[in-house]
């Protein structure tokens, strides 16, 4: 996935969490009408953060537990939309709204096997391309805007220290970043000076100058989002009033008609330029305004203490990501790791519904180092079935005997047999980010036989009380999984990986002797076959890896038997691996163009001091 897409993607999953901020703000600041205005402005602080930060910190107090979102979190942003769904076999987004999910999921295009990209792949391309030529248009129209006004201003002539008047514009205004000068309008008149210039030098003590287009730049990377254009437009409200406000608190109740007056006459005599330029500062709201002007009363000492804290609890809150506690939050009715009322409230019959198979999955436990990321449902064909991926920061809490081990994995696949009626196949699939072997992909499968054969029984019965699901916690816990193959070693991986990868360099590059290298001897495989252009080794296709993944528990290492004899389960190991095939000088061959999913790596050894070697590949 290129840098622009991802980019795009976490700019709408911060988007997605500044709504729910926005929507939080815009309430409270109903219950604040009748506060100063500066809460309603301070208010806004969350949205923006939101909107600039994807990374925040834990709190039991935040906003978000009042909420159920079953979007990937943590200390970062939300991941309403996955960062890899243009490469999930069922792209899915978790808004945590399930009507707009079920809408949204319904239209997006699932993956097609036999193509070279999904078509996920491309939306997300031209979404992405969308979005940055809008934030490219913005940012040349404020530029363009910004310097229309300087040149406006260059025969400004300055009546005292930063401020100058000038009859080229219709309203005053504080321009520059640095140094920022007040603008007036010529023969303004000495009365309204007077309370212009007080509103516009409280705007600089309190750098409205920086923070209002700082705002607009925010806006500008979220453009697509309409809500926040008009959080955009209640903030500048918010400021213009409170600046109102903090004149009159300086000068008092009988500055209330003169200062309306001033706002009103201004208001008349304005030009459009400037009211559509977000980086000067124009008069604004005028109406809603004058009448909080002439409304406006100082508050009582309590009303402002009460505010106070309020809003600080408020920006706290929206600031906050819930607190992240492995193995789930709050639940008082934790058994042995899973919260028995989130796995009551969210079975369902069906794999599809995606926000209760989320709740189901994050109401399980989990080793300490390992963090759920996105989850993939399958069910456009029979076996329905759910990919968990997996991202492993610490491989201490599944490392038996120095192999990654699939028992907690294992132990959670039972407990979603059980509690979603027709899921019939469940893939676990852990990256290693440990620093150790960065991007080794293991993979864990189950089946709902595998889980019967091991239970003794179908496993969905349990699923009807609190007491038969902890009955079948116990169960799983109690019995033993040596129906388990051994697990291989993390060097042992490591090294069968990299013969596959050798193979396919040596493919691309026509390298014979090196194809043979990474084969395990076998009659009639010789370098005079490999040269040969044999199909099974290459030809003139040029056959490009995509992926490689591997599941300690294949199950072609109890059956396959290499030349018909057994080989002990700890002797062979299975990839599974993504490639495309396409033919540069569009002479066909053997294989048909495009992406072959699943394709099976079998390599084997005499022993374990022996190498690996590729024994047999194919479906």
Request: aromatic share 10%; net charge neutral; hydrophobic share 45%.
């Amino acid at each position: 996935m290129s840098l622009l897409q991802d980019l795009f993607i976490t700019t709408v999953n911060m988007s997605i969490t500044a709504s729910y901020v926005a929507i939080g703000v815009i309430l409270v600041r109903l219950l604040l009408r009748k506060a100063p205005k500066v809460f309603s402005y301070i208010l806004w602080i969350p949205v923006l953060f939101r909107l600039v930060c994807p990374f925040s910190f834990g709190s039991a107090f935040s906003f978000f537990n009042l909420i159920n979102l079953n979007a990937k979190q943590g200390i970062g942003v939300y991941e309403f939309v996955p960062q890899n769904i243009g490469l999930m076999h069922t792209p899915a987004i978790q808004s945590g709204i399930g009507s707009i999910d079920s809408a949204v999921n319904a239209s997006l295009p699932p993956a097609i096997p036999v193509a070279s990209v999904n078509p996920m792949q491309i939306w997300m391309a031209v979404f992405s391309l969308i979005w940055i030529f809008g934030v490219i248009a913005l940012l040349i129209y404020s530029i363009v805007s910004y310097v229309k006004i300087k040149r406006k201003l260059q025969t400004a002539t300055r009546v005292e220290a930063n401020v100058f008047e000038t009859d080229a514009i219709g309203t005053a205004f504080v321009c520059g970043f640095i140094s920022p000068k007040i603008y007036v309008p010529a023969n303004i008149g000495d009365a309204n000076l007077s309370y212009i210039l007080e509103h516009e030098r409280t705007h600089i003590r309190r750098k409205d100058y920086l923070i209002k287009p700082l705002a607009f730049l925010a806006l500008i990377f979220h453009w697509f989002n309409p809500l926040m254009w008009l959080c955009f437009a209640l903030m500048s409200r918010d400021m213009e009033m409170s600046c109102d406000e903090s004149v009159l608190h300086r000068l008092g109740d009988s500055a209330k008609g003169g200062y309306s007056g001033s706002l009103l006459a201004l208001s008349v005599k304005r030009k459009g330029l400037l009211a559509a330029n977000p980086l000067a500062f124009g008069e604004s709201h005028v109406k809603t305004r004058i009448k909080n002007i002439l409304n406006f009363k100082k508050p009582a000492f309590w009303v402002i203490m009460i505010a106070v804290v309020a809003v600080c609890a408020t920006v706290t809150a929206f600031v906050a990501n819930p607190k992240y506690e492995q193995n789930n939050k709050n639940d008082k009715d934790l058994y042995l790791g899973y919260s028995i009322q989130s796995l009551m409230d969210n079975k369902t019959i069906y794999v599809g519904n995606n926000s209760k198979v989320i709740g189901l999955i994050d109401a399980m436990p989990l080793p300490n180092g390992i963090v759920r990321d996105a989850v993939e449902l399958q069910t456009a064909n029979l076996p329905y079935g759910i990919t968990i991926n997996y991202i492993m920061n610490d491989s201490s809490g599944i490392t038996v005997n120095r192999a990654i081990s699939g028992d907690v994995f294992y132990r959670n696949a039972i407990m979603l047999f059980s509690l979603i009626d027709n899921v019939d196949v469940i893939n676990c699939k852990i990256v290693d980010k440990t620093g150790k072997h960065d991007g080794a992909i293991y993979v864990f499968s189950y089946t709902r036989k595998m889980a019967e054969e091991l239970i003794g029984q179908d496993v969905r019965p349990f699923a009807q009380s609190s007491d038969t699901i902890r009955n079948l916690i116990d169960m799983i816990n109690d019995i033993s999984l040596q129906e388990i193959m051994p697990e291989f070693t993390e060097e042992e991986v490591a090294a069968a990986r990299a013969v596959v990868e050798e193979y396919y360099r040596a493919i691309a590059a026509k390298d014979a002797e090196a194809i043979l290298a990474t084969m395990y001897p076998r009659e009639g495989r010789t370098l005079e076959r490999v040269k040969s252009g044999n199909v099974q080794l290459f030809g003139t296709e040029k056959r490009t890896l995509l992926s490689i993944d591997y599941n300690s528990q294949d199950s072609m290492r109890k059956s396959y038997k290499p030349g018909g004899k057994y080989v002990e389960p700890e002797n062979i190991i299975v990839f599974k691996v993504s490639f495309n095939i396409d033919y540069p000088d569009k002479v066909t061959g053997p294989w048909n163009e495009g992406v072959y999913e699943n394709w099976s790596m079998i390599l084997i050894r005499d022993d374990k001091n022996s190498p690996w070697l590729i024994y047999d590949q194919g479906y």
